[in-house]
């Protein structure tokens, strides 16, 4: 009876070590697990802020070539798309059932989607009425972020200019013999930067490209100046080619219509042979590295 209480007992610590070495190792492996494993890491985004066009194939062209050179350089972020004219936005929906969103809606897709760390990239040539109202838009969403960066439009700085200057004149270089005048067709604008087009059309002529002319559609230089500024330069034909990132309306038909009060037709009733190129600044893969270049220095402050 002794032999067998002693037998029992002695069973009974064995199962209890063996209980008590199974609950430790389940603690530790536990405790292991949750060291090594790491947390889902914030969602990074690239916003990038467009004015938009409604011509789906320079759209591609353009701001795609962009945001594709954006995803390649930056892996870590997702590249997302916003425009900041609601009319297009509009037309897309409308007419190709395409929706994008304004800068509002892409704030609030990413305040709701749980980003927390967000650089957002414009492709405005300046820092017009447009890109003042995206620095207005988004500093109102400072609180729902951990980071919230702005970065500069394609011209900010005077090596900006250099830099869009030797892209120009390299994209055309083809058009650039004696006798031609190329012609880069800028949108224009009452707010102060308009002073973007003056300042570009000294660096072309201090970089010794005499036979290069900027105009604006809507503001100064106007069509007349650069008309008179061609007719001085004793050149016989014009390549007109636009000033903007997307080669949209204005590059399609302001400059190059078959109407009478397009860049073509003025240029053509005063005597020029013209030729015109439907390419957005955005399609140049040099205007694309600087893009990526003003993004990468905000990510990396």
């Not at 190792?25 to 990074?44: H, I, L, W, Y």
């Not at 070539?65 to 590249?79: F, H």
């Not at 990132?245 to 219509?257: E, P, R, T």
Request: aromatic letters at 6%; a negative charge; glycine letters at 6%.
């Amino acid at each position: 009876m002794r032999k067998h209480a002693k037998e029992l007992v002695t069973l009974l610590l064995t199962l209890s070590l063996c209980l008590l070495m199974v609950t430790g190792c389940s603690t530790n492996s536990a405790s292991s697990s949750g060291t090594n494993s790491t947390p889902d890491a914030p969602k990074k985004v690239l916003l990038v802020v467009s004015f938009g066009t409604s011509y789906n194939d320079n759209r591609d062209l353009s701001i795609g070539g962009i945001e594709k050179a954006l995803q390649t350089a930056y892996p870590d972020y997702e590249v997302r798309r916003a425009f900041t004219s609601q009319i297009i936005i509009d037309k897309l929906k409308e007419r190709d059932n395409i929706e994008i969103d304004n800068v509002k809606e892409a704030m609030d897709r990413l305040v709701a989607d749980g980003v927390k760390e967000v650089v957002i990239q414009p492709t405005h040539v300046m820092s017009g009425f447009e890109y003042d109202d995206v620095v207005k838009e988004v500093d109102t969403y400072k609180d729902k972020l951990d980071s919230l960066k702005l970065g500069k439009p394609l011209l900010a700085s005077d090596a900006d200019y250099d830099e869009v200057v030797s892209v120009i004149t390299t994209e055309t270089k083809a058009y650039d013999v004696d006798g031609t005048a190329i012609v880069l067709m800028g949108h224009g604008t009452e707010h102060e930067a308009n002073a973007t087009y003056a300042k570009f059309q000294k660096c072309l002529t201090d970089a010794g490209y005499d036979n290069y002319f900027v105009g604006t559609v809507e503001a100064t230089p106007t069509l007349e100046d650069v008309i008179a500024l061609v007719k001085a330069s004793g050149a016989t034909k014009v390549v007109l080619e636009p000033l903007m990132i997307v080669a949209g309306d204005h590059a399609n038909n302001d400059m190059a219509g078959d109407e009478d009060d397009s860049w073509k037709t003025a240029f053509e009733a005063e005597g020029f042979e013209v030729e015109c190129v439907i390419k957005g600044l955005g399609q140049f893969a040099g205007i694309q590295d600087l893009i990526v270049k003003h993004a990468g220095e905000m990510i990396a402050q």
